[in-house]
């Protein structure tokens, strides 16, 4: 239930962010400066500044630097995403980010792969090709998105700090930049923060719990349940963002692009069923072994 509501909390994202109706770029610095100020405090109420503390050097601190920028990318892509009206595009960055996930592990970590996820690599650039093929261009929105956010996943997997200091020490770097860019939108009268409607004010405050809480379920209960299953339920979230770009919003969604995803979903379906499998027969491997 703890990655099930977190998944899902993250699928309902764009309804958030199509309710703030300033800039993606304050937007993105909104939630840094309140995500920080909440992380602030829920790290003091758990009296973990100390441990967060003892773990920083030179590597983590230019690990953290790397984490912040790729996190900060995906999240001003995809708050532009919402506001320029691609749900849909942004939803197949996050189907496709397991296999850039993938594909990172080759490359990064020089992982061996099965021939299944190569099958599975393989017809995902197929699905990519024909959306690229149909509408002339790369679909860069959901590309950006899935190769940030895995590669950020990959530097995350190899940290010294747990989730919730991780991403602490993250928005505590993403902070100068954010203050200084509110601060000279103050000084030239450009701010949507200050004259906006109390509405305003209460949702961009709300940005620190929003941004928080989803990652603090997930780590909970990430550790309650096997990996294979934490993989199938991160298709939760892209699912219910395609379903609100083309029910809610009524993005596009035509045959040729229905075409390209289906792909795409079958690239999925045979990377998931290979990993069911492994996971399985690692666990027969173990039952016997005991």
């Known amino acids: 239930m703890y990655s099930l509501v977190a998944y899902s909390l993250w699928g309902l994202f764009p309804l958030y962010f199509k309710a703030l109706t300033v800039s993606p770029l304050e937007v993105l610095a909104q939630r840094v400066l309140w995500s920080a100020l ?4 829920v790290l003091s109420v758990r009296r973990d500044w100390a441990h967060l503390r003892a773990r920083l050097d030179r590597r983590v601190w230019l690990a953290s630097l790397l984490s912040a920028t790729l996190l900060s990318v995906n999240w001003f892509v995809y708050i532009w995403a919402v506001h320029a009206g691609r749900v849909v595009d942004g939803s197949l960055g996050y189907f496709i980010t397991p296999l850039v996930s993938v594909v990172l592990g080759v490359v990064l970590l ?3 792969l099965r021939p299944a996820q190569w099958f599975a690599i393989a ?9 690229t093929l149909q509408f002339g261009q790369l679909p860069w929105v959901a590309l950006v998105l899935a190769a940030t956010f895995g590669s950020y996943g990959a530097l995350r997997k190899t940290s010294a700090l747990g989730p919730l ?3 602490a020490l993250e928005t505590f770097l993403m902070l ?6 509110l601060a000279w939108l103050l000084s030239h009268g450009a701010s949507g923060f200050a004259p906006g409607s109390l509405t305003l004010k209460i949702l961009l405050l709300c940005a ?10 997930f780590a909970a209960g990430a550790r309650l349940i096997p990996l294979s299953l934490v993989g199938l339920l991160q298709y939760v979230s892209p699912t219910i963002q395609l379903l609100l770009g083309i029910l809610v919003w009524h993005e596009p969604f035509n045959r040729a692009r229905f075409i390209g995803y289906a792909v795409i979903w079958l690239a999925l379906l045979i990377y998931s069923f290979d990993s069911l499998w492994l996971s399985r027969m690692r666990r027969e491997r173990a039952g016997l072994v005991a």
Not at 38 to 41: C, D, G, M, N
Not at 208 to 217: F, K, M, N
């Open 38 to 41: 909440f992380l602030s405090l």
């Open 110 to 112: 020089k992982e061996a």
């Open 123 to 131: 017809t995902a650039g197929a699905g990519v090709s024909w959306l």
């Open 165 to 167: 200091e991780g991403l």
């Open 176 to 181: 100068p930049l954010a203050l200084a860019y």
């Open 208 to 217: 620190g719990p929003i941004t928080a809480v989803p990652l603090v379920l």
